[in-house]
């Protein structure tokens, strides 16, 4: 029975990490708004290391339009400059020689439909994800059960996977349904 646990534990573990792998693909998605988070997957070439741009630059927001990087280091601003523009976000930066300033333009409707279609393209990942970890915890429950464990049992720990797999799917859609609400508010 501990054997039981510790398949169901496994399961859950990876259900979880796809719903982490989910959040942080959504949060790439830009709504429209500025975000000092949206700049987190954007990396930098920190003499020689990538770093991440909140390692080397502070992001703040002062307006739901506007972006401010203000590197630590003075020599820093073009790398960051060039990181932004190299990134798949479609931000136009503009250096002032202190600072990194980048305008957020209003998103018009067929972008935020796209947006949507990005978002729910994340979201179905993340339940291919976890009916995965559902196969593969099933898998391992039969190949127990033709090792000797009774079929009662595996059938109780397979209702289980069933219902982690169902959690999981319901936590999904609630972060889908919160992206496509934050995309389309205008």
Do not use: C
């Amino acid at each position: 029975m501990e054997e039981l646990e510790l398949y169901l534990e496994t399961a859950k573990e990876m259900m979880e990490k796809a719903i982490a792998h989910t959040k942080v693909e959504l949060a790439k998605i830009r709504a429209g708004k500025a975000m000092p988070n949206m700049l987190d997957v954007i990396k930098v070439d920190y003499y020689g290391t990538s770093t991440p741009l909140n390692q080397v630059a502070s992001v703040n927001s002062p307006d739901a339009r506007t972006l401010f990087v203000k590197p630590w280091e003075k020599s820093m601003t073009g790398p960051i400059e060039r990181a932004i523009l190299n990134s798949d976000l479609g931000l136009n930066p503009q250096n002032d020689g202190e600072q990194i300033i980048i305008n957020i333009p209003m998103l018009t409707e067929e972008r935020r439909r796209d947006l949507v279609r990005q978002a729910k393209a994340a979201t179905e990942d993340g339940r291919i994800s976890i009916r995965s970890a559902r196969k593969e915890t099933n898998d391992e429950l039969k190949k127990l059960q033709k090792d000797g464990l009774s079929e009662d049992a595996v059938k109780v720990a397979e209702d289980k996977v069933q219902d982690l797999t169902n959690l999981f799917n319901k936590k999904m859609d609630e972060l889908f349904n919160h992206k496509e609400q934050e995309i389309m508010t205008v």
